[in-house]
């Protein structure tokens, strides 16, 4: 007896193209298996904690926004002490240097 067929990938395509081939939707959320179960639980309680109501959400922004107005005079004032004692260094090394060719002059 002759040896009788074992596999054909005849029509195969055709049947899969009727419906469409369909890319895999992306998933909204992604997967917690195979995490750190310890990780997982904490990452849950921590987002619980962050919830809160509106009037909380303002009281914080309100906080926020004083921090920040803080933090921008606080800069400013550095940079202006900064800028002055540049002005001050700048002013004695000039005076140095006129002081040195003052001491020249006065040599020769």
Same mark, same amino acid.
């Given at each position: 007896?002759?040896?009788?067929?074992?596999?054909?990938?005849?029509?195969?395509?055709?049947?899969?193209?009727?419906?469409?081939?369909?890319? @895999?939707?992306?998933?909204?959320? !992604? @997967?917690? &298996?195979?995490?750190?179960?310890?990780?997982?639980?904490?990452?849950?309680?921590?987002?619980?904690?962050?919830?809160?109501?509106?009037? &909380?959400? &303002?009281?914080? /922004? @309100?906080?926020?926004?004083?921090?920040?107005?803080? !933090?921008?005079?606080?800069?400013?004032?550095?940079?202006?002490?900064? /800028?002055?004692?540049?002005?001050?260094?700048? &002013?004695?090394?000039? /005076?140095?240097?006129?002081?040195?060719?003052?001491?020249?002059?006065?040599?020769?």
């Amino acid at each position: 007896m002759a040896k009788s067929k074992n596999h054909t990938a005849h029509n195969q395509s055709h049947k899969n193209h009727r419906n469409g081939i369909k890319k @895999s939707r992306r998933p909204r959320k !992604m @997967s917690m &298996e195979g995490m750190n179960k310890k990780f997982v639980r904490n990452q849950a309680f921590a987002k619980k904690g962050l919830r809160c109501s509106p009037e &909380e959400k &303002e009281k914080r /922004l @309100s906080q926020q926004k004083e921090a920040q107005k803080k !933090m921008e005079e606080k800069k400013a004032h550095e940079k202006a002490q900064r /800028l002055k004692e540049l002005q001050e260094e700048k &002013e004695r090394a000039a /005076l140095k240097k006129a002081k040195s060719k003052k001491e020249v002059k006065d040599d020769e």
